[in-house]
């Protein structure tokens, strides 16, 4: 029995040992091991324009904007106030936001800021701002300081409030990065990828203005509704395109 327990033991180092040294060589030939910063965004805008379409197809039917049409089986689900619990319908936005997007946009920021590439930088808080604001308003409560954390299995959830200081505080800092022109801020660099706007740092800085607005009218049935804030907001929208 202690030769058989011996042997088992050994084998599992082995395993061990084996599986440890096929990682460390274990490169792609075919693909890039690490990519330039603006490399990832391009397929992030592709899911930030797709989102809400796909989730749309069935969140319309929930709010009543439209139903299926004639013949088909009714009422649906979603037609009914409710979702498709065996299914995925209704949750790109939150795929997105923590997996499509997710990982991908914390590497371009980190290495954007690492860089000094501020505009890429701050498109990319734009971005991480906007998925904070779509998914609070679909789900309600969701994880934001946990959300990366790579050493977790489980997560607590942050409060809608939260998400919505956060989403305001990254706005914050991206109106800043986006109004720097030094460092390595390059249009030619940032246009490349970016299919958007081209990589013009002001129609984003304008675009982060605009989200503001939209956050900051979010508190309209709330005390501390501030409306002088939202039009502030949306007069720098205006004054950034006549710029």
């Not at 929930?62 to 498709?84: F, K, V």
């Not at 991908?104 to 990319?124: H, S």
């Not at 986006?178 to 246009?191: E, H, I, R």
């Amino acid at each position: 029995m202690k030769f058989v327990r011996r042997a088992l033991l050994a084998g599992v180092l082995v395993g061990a040992a084996g599986c440890q040294n096929f990682l460390d060589v274990n490169e792609n030939p075919n693909a890039p091991q690490t990519v330039s910063a603006n490399l990832y965004l391009a397929p992030i805008l592709h899911w930030v324009a797709t989102s809400e379409q796909f989730d749309g197809r069935f969140i319309g039917r929930y709010t009543q904007n439209w139903t299926l049409p004639s013949g088909a089986t009714l009422p649906s689900t979603w037609d009914r106030m409710g979702y498709d619990p065996t299914s995925d319908n209704g949750g790109q936005l939150w795929r997105d936001v923590y997996w499509n997007i997710g990982q991908n946009l914390v590497d371009m920021n980190n290495k954007a800021e690492a860089e000094q590439r501020w505009d890429l930088l701050g498109i990319g808080q734009v971005v991480k701002a906007w998925g904070w604001l779509k998914v609070t308003d679909v789900h309600g409560e969701l994880i934001i300081k946990e959300a990366f954390d790579q050493t977790k299995f489980t997560f607590n959830y942050d409060s809608q409030e939260y998400a919505y200081q956060e989403v305001l505080k990254l706005l914050d800092a991206a109106i800043v990065n986006l109004s720097k022109t030094d460092g390595a801020v390059n249009q030619g660099y940032l246009a490349r990828y970016d299919r958007v706007y081209g990589g013009d740092r002001v129609k984003w800085l304008r675009f982060a203005y605009g989200l503001k607005a939209m956050t900051l009218n979010h508190f309209s049935n709330k005390s501390s509704y501030k409306p002088q804030d939202v039009i502030a907001a949306g007069r720098l929208v205006v004054h950034e395109q006549c710029r």
